[in-house]
């Protein structure tokens, strides 16, 4: 089992930053594929950004250019570091991880192996 913990979620104006984190635990070696996906209130949940183990990425349209995502394989951490951000960017963020070695192009919501508990990210007008 992989145990996954984000923290970084806050209140930001528009225009500001935040960094988001997510420290995996437990069968580490086995994870293939992180990535962060987020969901709006009365939304269904989105892809954000996708990151392999080799650093190859996939981002949603409307966070290109202003997110990225980055790994730190020693740490067993992957980040999101998001920019200029925007009130519709407000959602729960979620940390997932998967042992198998799908390409993010096609990467799917079923096949995420594992999730965290979520970060709320609200920002202002």
């Known amino acids: 089992q992989v145990q996954l913990v984000e923290s970084g979620g806050g209140l930001v104006q528009s225009g500001g930053s935040l960094r988001l984190s997510c420290a995996a635990s437990?069968?580490?070696?086995?994870?293939?594929?992180m990535g962060w996906y987020r969901q709006a209130p009365g939304k269904e949940r989105e892809l954000v950004a996708i990151?392999?183990?080799?650093?190859?990425?996939n981002y949603a349209d409307s966070v290109k250019g202003r997110f990225t995502i980055s790994r730190d394989n020693a740490k067993n951490t992957v980040y999101l570091q998001m920019n200029a951000l925007k009130p519709e960017d407000t959602a729960v963020y979620y940390c997932?991880?998967?042992?198998?070695?799908?390409?993010?192009?096609?990467?799917?919501?079923?096949?995420?192996?594992?999730w965290g508990q979520g970060t709320q990210v609200t920002v202002s007008s």
């Open positions: 997932a991880a998967e042992d198998r070695p799908i390409s993010p192009s096609i990467m799917q919501i079923s096949h995420w192996g594992y």
């Open positions: 437990g069968r580490i070696f086995s994870i293939n594929v």
């Open positions: 990151i392999t183990t080799g650093g190859s990425t």
